[in-house]
């Protein structure tokens, strides 16, 4: 190519740049305290991405950030790569200063925050022999998380995280009985309620976002704080009672100091149905949009389960043999339940009630609302077709609330939350955490006694809520409660398991397939 042509293209060139730089120094200008700044400051301070959008801005982070030369990308992936491989052969010193580095180049990617406090407290602190020192390895992981929310004040993933691993890190390891007594030591407050502040303190920043949390369900993370209180509860039940306050007191204040403690147990549960689903702030009223149209509440369920099977039985009595034509045709049949397929499979005259309501709730079921409407006789179709787009929308309805509740079984968790704030439920574990202090200080018949004064509470409370049989967490751990007594009875004292068990129903129901199981099927005759 002739060189006096070459350098006029590179003249050419270079003042094509020149020219093109004016309009994106122009565009580009950046914000200042007297001056609004170009087009990309306007927007980015209009969509809130800016640095000081997202909270704290550190100075050697922003170096760091710059020192990459704009591929802070690239240098991301190369340290997770790193991060990754540390990981992989242990080297727990080197993979703390790789994630380190990727929260100084990254301060806004929570999973960096995540990942680096999950690495401290429970890879690095399981090193350690010493409870002790792995506690402080745990309070390490929960304040590099607090660092980091400086730098993400507007994303409430992190106030989640805070809080999560307060209440799950303390409150449910191995060592959690020696973690909350020093973590209440240090903090003056139980872990589970100063995990519940930080859930909350998430929640009301989600709700003033007005959009959902990324890598969260809806109802799961509402669920949070609730939860909290539930755990708290249980916690003061499996602390049990304070025995060395106990031991030398007079009948009259021991009794006293008990009562106080399981009042205590009490309003724990009382304020954990407060939360669940008693108070207008409760999850139970909690709203959930659905889409524009409408918002549901768990509290809610029964009430529109009420009006679909209301409706679904107006639409039903329109045409019944329609109806069951329908629901027992060959491309229904398969979806049916087993009590729906009974009721079908009896003669019309001699269906029960519950069986009618359950075929008439089968058509909404079955989506099969709008093609009965279709096929009743002509003077009744107005009407049916106003009852299928009624019992279309009840059957949105609870379908999308019982999807919503099921991951954190909001009925279950009701129930329980409700018989065990009765007193008879209080008492029930008051008896159980004397029966195994007895029984570990050798005390047998007091043991006894107390163990039978446990389950005939029990029965009680089971009587009352009887649906608490299909409770199968309390139910396995009152299994283990019967385990422990039979092994009292015909082990340590030579005699024999009741033949008229006063929990007998609950054996029936859980002791198989549990590990007491093969222990029963050991016991002696008679």
């Known amino acids: 190519m002739n060189p006096q042509r070459l350098a006029i293209r590179k003249i050419v060139y270079f003042c094509i740049a020149a020219v093109l730089l004016f309009p994106l120094v122009w565009i580009g200008r950046p914000a200042s305290p007297d001056a609004q700044g170009g087009k990309l400051a306007a927007l980015r301070s209009d969509a809130r991405i800016g640095q000081s959008h997202f909270g704290q ?109 307060i209440c799950q890190k303390i409150g449910r390891s191995d060592e959690r009985d020696q973690f909350r007594r020093m973590y209440l030591e240090e903090e003056g407050r139980d872990n589970w309620l100063v995990g519940k502040d930080w859930y909350l303190a998430s929640q009301r920043l989600a709700d003033a976002q007005n959009r959902p949390v990324p890598g969260l369900g809806r109802s799961v993370f509402h669920s949070q704080p609730a939860f909290a209180q539930i755990y708290y509860a249980l916690a003061l039940e499996e602390d049990g009672l304070p025995w060395d306050e106990l031991e030398g007191l007079s009948h009259a204040r021991r009794e006293a100091l008990v009562a106080q403690h399981l009042e205590r147990w009490r309003q724990a549960w009382i304020a954990a149905g407060d939360d669940w689903f008693r108070t207008p702030e409760s999850l139970g009223n909690r709203g959930f949009a659905a889409g524009q149209a409408f918002v549901v509440r768990f509290n809610d369920f029964e009430e529109h389960d009420k009006r679909l099977q209301a409706v679904a039985d107006r639409l039903y009595a329109l045409a019944p043999e329609l109806a069951d034509e329908l629901i027992g045709g060959a491309d229904r049949r398969d979806y049916l339940l087993a009590e729906e397929s009974e009721a079908l499979a009896a003669p019309r005259e001699a269906r029960t009630e519950e069986q009618r309501k359950r075929l008439a709730y089968a058509v909404p079921r079955l989506v099969l609302s709008h093609t009965f409407a279709e096929r009743v006789p002509e003077e009744k179709r107005i009407e049916a077709r106003r009852l299928a787009d009624e019992a279309r929308l009840e059957d949105f309805k609870v379908d999308l609330i019982d999807r919503l509740m099921q991951p954190i079984r909001f009925g279950g968790w009701k129930m329980r939350i409700q018989a065990e704030a009765e007193p008879e439920a209080v008492a029930t574990q008051r008896y159980l955490a004397e029966a195994r202090y007895f029984h570990r200080r050798g005390r047998l018949l007091p043991a006894k006694e107390a163990y039978e004064k446990a389950f005939a509470k029990y029965k009680i409370v089971l009587d009352k809520h009887p649906e608490m049989m299909d409770e199968v967490v309390t139910s396995n751990d009152m299994v283990d409660a019967i385990d422990a007594y039979r092994r009292l009875v015909e082990e340590d004292l030579d005699g024999a398991f009741p033949k008229e068990f006063v929990l007998q129903n609950v054996l029936d129901e859980h002791l198989p397939g549990s590990e007491a199981e093969r222990n029963f099927k050991r016991r002696p005759a008679g």
């Open 57 to 165: 801005i550190d100075p050697a982070s922003e170096s760091a950030r710059l020192a990459t030369l704009g591929m802070q990308g690239f240098a991301s992936m190369a340290l997770w790569h790193q991060a990754n491989e540390h990981k992989k052969k242990e080297n727990w010193t080197a993979f703390e200063a790789t994630l380190n580095k990727l929260a100084k180049i990254e301060p806004h990617f929570i999973s960096v925050w995540k990942y680096q406090a999950h690495n401290l407290s429970y890879n690095i602190s399981a090193e350690f022999a010493d409870y002790r020192h792995r506690y402080e390895w745990v309070k390490k992981g929960i304040e590099f998380l607090k660092e980091g929310r400086k730098y993400n004040e507007h994303d409430p993933r992190m106030l989640h995280e805070i809080g999560w691993f």
